[in-house]
């Protein structure tokens, strides 16, 4: 786990003073709009977003909605981020979580500064290659990255206390059900494109799972495949 002292985490380093008042401003919109954890605050506090997108776009990083970060695909919103991952932590303190869309790496890094180990996969090459450069480039070291369809989920790490998708199947795919521990949960945005969709927590029991609905929310689709 990356700690969250603020002179321990490297990229806090040099950040200028308006930086950082964007993101307190930032976090009490995120309180404002019910966002309560402690451990996610802060680390949204700290984590620069703006570093997770093109230069040109990185005055627009820290406002309430999503951006484009190439390949057709977007950052999600910091309230989509700081909901998804306030619910994995309300549910229990895991200590692996596997990450199914990578993207920017946005999500992965406030991940890996709340949780031991994180596991990411994207599918598309030329995204998961950058995204691995600049989380390392951040020395995000508790991160284990696989380009591949996310819909099989990874196999040599299960099972996974947490898994986290942050693109949108019309149905929960099977093979994540089958790496969740008993006990454990999984966060899922789950919907048509174009339609609303429903983000869920599906926690797995002995018997099946529990659905509890979260939010509607509106993700790019989790394709099938890859792409070089
Ligand atoms: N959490 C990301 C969100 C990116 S958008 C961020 O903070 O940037 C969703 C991402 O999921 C995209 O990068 C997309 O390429 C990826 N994706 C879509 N289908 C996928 C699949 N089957 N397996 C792995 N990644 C997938």
């Not at 700290?46 to 190439?70: C, K, Q, W």
């Not at 390949?71 to 596997?98: C, F």
């Not at 030329?126 to 369809?149: F, I, M």
């Not at 898994?163 to 790496?179: H, R, S, Y």
Request: aromatic content about 6%.
């Amino acid at each position: 786990m990356v700690t969250n002292d603020r002179q321990q985490v490297p990229f806090q380093r040099g950040a200028s003073q308006a930086l950082q008042q964007i993101r307190e401003q930032m976090v009490e919109r995120l309180q404002a709009q019910g966002i309560r954890h402690p451990k996610v605050l802060d680390t949204m506090r700290t984590v620069p977003r703006h570093l997770f997108m093109d230069e040109a776009l990185s005055s627009h990083a820290y406002a309430d909605h999503a951006l484009p970060i190439g390949h057709g695909q977007t950052i999600s919103q910091p309230y989509i981020v700081a909901r998804m991952t306030e619910a994995l932590l309300n549910h229990s303190q895991p200590r692996k979580v596997l990450e199914i869309g990578t993207g920017c790496g946005y999500q992965t890094a406030i991940l890996a500064h709340l949780v031991e180990q994180v596991y990411t996969i994207e599918r598309i090459q030329k995204l998961a290659q950058k995204t691995h450069q600049r989380l390392e480039a951040l020395s995000l070291n508790n991160v284990e990255y696989a380009y591949g369809d996310g819909h099989l989920g990874w196999q040599a790490y299960a099972p996974y206390q947490a898994i986290i998708v942050t693109a949108a199947p019309d149905k929960i795919p099977e093979m994540l059900l089958g790496q969740l521990l008993v006990g454990g949960c999984l966060i899922i945005p789950v919907g048509e494109q174009r339609s609303v969709q429903t983000l869920l927590k599906v926690v797995k029991t002995c018997g099946g799972y529990d659905k509890i609905h979260l939010d509607n929310v509106s993700f790019v689709p989790l394709c099938e495949g890859t792409v070089d």
